[in-house]
């Protein structure tokens, strides 16, 4: 039944009430919950990124952009490439830039998965997390097999690479 504020309560939680309700003459589509900035040329990142699309089931809950397209400016973030490749990022609905476990926190949220994170968030918890994903981030380019023993060539935007 209607709860006055556009959403029905069921026994699974709420819903839109009328999700094909029109805008003028096209469905309402909903800002996405979060914009992460991901570099769809790391394999791990990749997979990860598909999972989050598989998961949305075409709701617009989350886009992705790809940080290593050709064409993509950092800067249109506040950011820079090389900022953006040694941590994920996401932008929230409300224009503010997010990054490391808290971009991960609301990935999930938005998919309707934030319990399964919601742990990394408690106090204590949080410190730990955080501090191993900045870890595994400083690290996802060698498992990713992009690394070698002269340096990690990432590819940037236009064909270009940076070593790292």
């Given at each position: 039944?209607?709860?006055?504020k556009?959403?029905?309560?069921t026994r699974?939680g709420?819903?839109?009430a009328n ?11 909903a800002?996405?919950a979060i914009k992460v ?7 791990m990142c990749?997979?990860e ?7 949305d ?14 064409g993509f400016d ?9 900022g953006l490749m040694?941590s ?8 503010r ?13 938005a998919?309707?998965?934030?319990w399964l994170?919601?742990?990394?968030a408690?106090?204590g ?10 870890a595994?981030?400083k690290r996802?380019?060698?498992?990713s097999?992009?690394?070698r ?5 990432v ?7 940076f070593?790292?």
């Open positions: 039944m209607p709860n006055g556009g959403f029905d309560r699974r709420l819903k839109p999700p094909q309700a029109p805008c003028g003459e096209m469905p309402c589509m800002e996405p900035l991901v570099d769809l040329s790391c394999p990749r997979r990124a598909a999972l989050w699309r598989r998961l089931r075409g709701r617009g809950r989350i886009a992705l952009v790809d940080i290593a397209a050709t950092a800067s249109d973030y506040g950011c820079t490439q090389a040694a994920i990022h996401g932008v929230l609905a409300d224009g830039v997010i990054e490391g476990m808290e971009v991960f926190r609301r990935a999930y949220g998919v309707g998965l934030g994170l919601a742990p990394t408690w106090p918890v949080r410190r730990v997390a955080d501090a191993a994903y900045r595994f981030a996802r380019l060698r498992w097999g992009w690394c023993e002269n340096g990690c060539a590819p940037q935007q236009g064909g270009q690479s070593l790292r």
